[in-house]
């Protein structure tokens, strides 16, 4: 472990920025010494709000990587990901990046290519992977106890809980439901399974309820899905059944579930209520269902107790692979992965037909 210190920026100071704030004073090892927003202004009263004594504050983020950083944060609105990721990694920041990784697949590409390019770092901000029972799922799916996976179901949602703004706007956006919360499901039973390639995707979408003034008040901007599913096909022949709502009349979409040729195993939500679902990592039981002695059974995984800050983990993890000289946590190139599917899923949706997924990496 090294004991040299890194000096970080915040850009973009919208609410998740605060988060990173307060998880970088956590690391005795990390000073923020600059932060930047493209509102002229917001930058120094953010700075002066969260006590940043010191701090340089900057109204764009070319200003901010131009100063002497290790790494940045990027908590902007979707639709600036990629330009600001390019710019960060050209200017030999190392980059933590909110969710989700681009607006499209074009921009996620460009964004792999420049990492490569300038052998940069590209983390992408995933915190519920940081929790032990992620962990302990994905174990038991790299264990083979399963046999060959060969279908697996995830997806979440809420009953009423669909944000606003910048969220609501295809061109900020990109997607809605998918990108938003979906991407949580995804990455959850994606890296339990290897982050596997889709090769194709047959997908609906709809915003019934976005688009109702009886239950969204900008109805009239709402241009992106509160609602998706999607049949997803892999290279290993594994397909991935996967579905997300913003609102519903329903309080779940029903577990995530992993079936294999040994036992099958399924993955409760903790919590009730109109927030609760497997997406955001809160997972309440595991059961892994098998034959014992030529008979069916069913056995309960025990869980992990933590109190941990999975946010806190996810920028700890981080600042300590840009001081240690370690690779991205969570890589670009894997959640490109992830953003070929949502634009699948969108493609699909669109045209009312199965398309193909193509990769070039």
């Given at each position: 472990?090294?004991?040299?210190?890194?000096?970080?920026?915040?850009?973009?100071?919208?609410?998740?920025?605060?988060?990173?704030?307060?998880?970088?004073?956590k690391?005795?090892?990390?000073?923020?010494?600059?932060?930047?927003?493209?509102?002229?202004?917001?930058?120094?009263?953010f700075?002066?709000?969260?006590g940043?004594?010191?701090?340089?504050?900057?109204?764009?983020?070319?200003?901010?990587?131009?100063?002497?950083?290790?790494?940045?944060?990027?908590?902007?609105?979707?639709?600036?990901?990629?330009?600001?990721?390019?710019?960060?990694?050209?200017?030999?920041?190392?980059?933590?990046l909110?969710?989700?990784m681009?607006?499209?697949?074009?921009?996620?590409?460009?964004?792999?290519?420049?990492?490569?390019?300038?052998?940069?770092?590209?983390?992408?901000?995933?915190?519920?992977?940081?929790d032990?029972?992620?962990?302990?799922?994905?174990?038991?799916?790299?264990?083979?106890?399963?046999?060959?996976?060969?279908?697996?179901?995830?997806?979440?949602?809420?009953?009423?809980?669909?944000?606003?703004?910048?969220?609501?706007?295809?061109?900020?956006?990109?997607?809605?439901a998918?990108?938003?919360?979906?991407?949580y499901?995804?990455?959850?039973?994606?890296?339990?399974?290897?982050?596997?390639?889709?090769?194709?995707?047959?997908?609906?979408?709809?915003?019934?309820?976005?688009?109702?003034?009886?239950?969204?008040?900008?109805a009239?901007?709402?241009?992106?899905?509160?609602?998706?599913?999607?049949?997803?096909?892999?290279?290993?022949?594994?397909?991935?059944?996967?579905?997300?709502?913003?609102?519903?009349?329903?309080?779940?979409?029903?577990?995530?579930?992993?079936?294999?040729?040994?036992?099958?195993?399924?993955?409760?939500?903790?919590?009730?209520?109109?927030?609760?679902?497997?997406?955001?990592?809160?997972?309440?039981?595991?059961?892994?269902?098998?034959?014992?002695?030529?008979?069916?059974?069913?056995?309960?995984?025990p869980?992990?107790?933590?109190?941990?800050?999975?946010?806190?983990?996810?920028?700890?993890?981080?600042?300590?692979?840009?001081?240690?000289?370690?690779?991205?946590?969570?890589?670009?190139?894997?959640?490109?992965?992830?953003?070929?599917?949502?634009?699948?899923?969108?493609?699909?949706?669109?045209?009312?037909?199965?398309?193909e997924?193509?990769?070039?990496?």
């Open positions: 472990m090294s004991e040299r210190r890194i000096k970080v920026g915040i850009i973009g100071t919208g609410g998740i920025a605060r988060y990173h704030v307060m998880s970088y004073r690391l005795p090892f990390v000073d923020i010494v600059a932060v930047a927003d493209v509102i002229p202004g917001r930058a120094r009263e700075a002066e709000k969260e940043l004594v010191g701090a340089g504050a900057y109204d764009s983020h070319t200003e901010l990587l131009a100063q002497d950083l290790d790494a940045v944060s990027i908590c902007t609105p979707n639709a600036s990901h990629h330009r600001t990721s390019v710019d960060a990694v050209r200017a030999g920041k190392k980059v933590l909110e969710k989700p681009s607006v499209t697949l074009e921009e996620a590409l460009d964004m792999v290519q420049t990492v490569k390019t300038h052998d940069g770092m590209l983390s992408i901000g995933f915190q519920p992977r940081y032990p029972n992620m962990k302990l799922l994905q174990d038991i799916i790299q264990s083979g106890r399963l046999g060959n996976v060969y279908y697996a179901e995830t997806g979440g949602g809420r009953r009423r809980g669909m944000p606003g703004g910048t969220f609501i706007s295809k061109a900020l956006a990109g997607a809605g998918m990108a938003d919360i979906g991407c499901s995804l990455d959850m039973a994606l890296n339990t399974l290897g982050y596997p390639r889709p090769v194709s995707v047959s997908a609906f979408t709809s915003n019934h309820f976005g688009t109702n003034p009886l239950y969204h008040q900008e009239s901007k709402f241009e992106v899905e509160d609602f998706g599913v999607a049949m997803v096909r892999f290279d290993n022949d594994l397909v991935l059944q996967f579905k997300i709502s913003w609102a519903m009349h329903m309080d779940t979409l029903g577990a995530t579930m992993f079936l294999g040729t040994d036992a099958g195993l399924k993955v409760t939500p903790a919590g009730s209520g109109p927030w609760s679902g497997v997406w955001d990592g809160a997972i309440g039981s595991m059961t892994l269902y098998h034959d014992d002695f030529g008979g069916h059974t069913s056995t309960a995984v869980l992990i107790g933590h109190s941990l800050d999975l946010f806190f983990e996810k920028v700890r993890d981080f600042a300590e692979a840009v001081r240690d000289g370690r690779p991205a946590p969570i890589p670009a190139e894997q959640i490109l992965i992830q953003q070929a599917i949502i634009d699948g899923v969108l493609r699909s949706a669109d045209q009312r037909r199965e398309v997924v193509k990769l070039p990496y």
